[in-house]
């Protein structure tokens, strides 16, 4: 436990003298990590999302729906990466097709999922009566009304 604490202290230490540098995803622990947005615990990984704008942390999100809000409020360039609802991993929000419907019960009611794949986006519209919205610049830009 001591060597687990000291570890990530020098962690921390490192990543506040060198800046922010993420290759990926941050990692997400289910019922611990709190949404950067609303405060709730990501407790259904499927929903969870994150962004990353440049010389910041990465912030993480219990809801898509939460990630839209508060990317819609950024300036510049947001990185984001969402959960595959199809294989459950995580995926580059720039390649992901969003379906979004009242009938998706999402933790905070954003009623949006994320996928890989057009084809299986455009099951889980009709699955859920539900549209299709086939970019990240899309989701962000316009309203969703789930």
């Not at 490192?14 to 019922?31: F, L, S, T």
């Not at 990317?71 to 609802?85: C, K, P």
């Not at 962000?140 to 789930?146: A, D, I, K, M, N």
Request: with cysteine; aromatic share 6%.
């Amino acid at each position: 436990m001591r060597r687990t604490l000291i570890a990530l202290s020098m962690a921390a230490a490192g990543v506040a003298g060198c800046g922010p540098k993420a290759d990926g995803p941050p990692e997400i622990e289910v019922d611990r990590t709190p949404c950067s947005h609303c405060g709730m615990l990501v407790s259904e990984p499927v929903y969870a999302a994150a962004f990353q704008v440049p010389g910041s942390a990465p912030r993480v999100f219990d809801d898509i729906g939460c990630l839209r809000k508060a990317a819609r409020a950024e300036r510049g360039d947001v990185r984001v990466w969402v959960h595959d609802a199809a294989d459950g991993t995580w995926l580059d929000g720039a390649n992901a097709v969003f379906v979004a419907s009242s009938a998706i019960h999402s933790p905070m009611g954003g009623g949006l999922l994320a996928y890989r794949d057009l084809a299986a986006a455009e099951r889980a519209a009709a699955k859920y009566h539900g549209r299709v919205i086939r970019s990240l610049p899309e989701l962000l830009q316009t309203e969703v009304g789930s």
